[in-house]
């Protein structure tokens, strides 16, 4: 089956770290583009970041420096690892696959369920 | 950075009846763009990709139209199981990757 199970959320004070884990199962992470998207409490959807095969990484101006994207292979996990965190980072954080066309990144087809990250003192 | 801007941000319409859905890029974004659903408490779903095609396993009474900076989702006759929340994002060339703010379809 495919899918994602996104790991590693909870309540951090400002200005802490945390990294989250997203295992993948049915389809290797290491030939596809993987995302991250948070979503803060009755708001709408922000993407973060994204790994590409190749591994090139990118990321939304509000987490440039601080968030970083990576992925174990082996292990079939993306990670997404973020540091100086504040009360705006307070989101649902969800991985999520955007396929491949035409040898080019397309739409997000396989998203997991999602992780809670609450930053407060 | 392109800006994804939706349209209305809520919609109530009746069970049975059209609803139509905008989605305007701040630039061109070809047909680089889809839709999502979400209801409360789920992750996303993909519903249109490429502007126009269905996903797998999605309705045919969802439809996607538009290229270049309009889009439009249209479900031709709602369900019970359609009011939900809607975005669109697009994926051209080179992140970010934005999505729009949302229409929330509720019921009439």
């Known amino acids: 089956e495919v899918q994602l199970v996104e790991s590693g959320g909870g309540l951090v004070q400002p200005g802490g770290s945390l990294r989250l884990s997203c295992a993948a199962s049915g389809f290797a992470v290491s030939i596809s583009y993987m995302n991250w998207v948070r979503q803060a409490p009755g708001k709408g959807l922000e993407w973060v970041s994204v790994i590409y095969p190749g591994a090139y990484t990118y990321y939304a101006d509000s987490v440039k420096g601080r968030f970083t994207v990576s992925r174990d292979d082996s292990e079939n996990t993306l990670y997404l690892q973020m540091k100086s965190l504040r009360s705006d980072d307070t989101a649902v954080y969800y991985c999520?696959?955007?396929?491949?066309?035409?040898?080019?990144?397309?739409?997000?087809?396989?998203w997991g369920q999602g992780t809670m990250v609450t930053v407060s003192s | 950075e392109i800006v994804m801007t939706q349209s209305p941000a809520t919609l109530s319409v009746s069970p049975g009846e059209r609803a139509t859905l905008s989605c305007r890029a701040s630039q061109s974004v070809s047909m680089n763009l889809a839709w999502y659903q979400q209801k409360p408490g789920q992750a996303p779903r993909l519903l249109i990709y490429d502007a126009s095609t269905r996903a797998t396993g999605m309705p045919a009474r969802f439809s996607g139209s538009g290229s270049g900076t309009e889009f439009t989702l249209t479900i031709s006759s709602l369900q019970s199981e359609d009011f939900a929340v809607y975005y669109c994002q697009h994926y051209n060339n080179w992140p970010p990757f934005s999505f729009g703010q949302g229409t929330k379809l509720e019921i009439k």
């Open positions: 999520a696959r955007a396929f491949e066309a035409a040898r080019r990144l397309n739409a997000f087809d396989i």
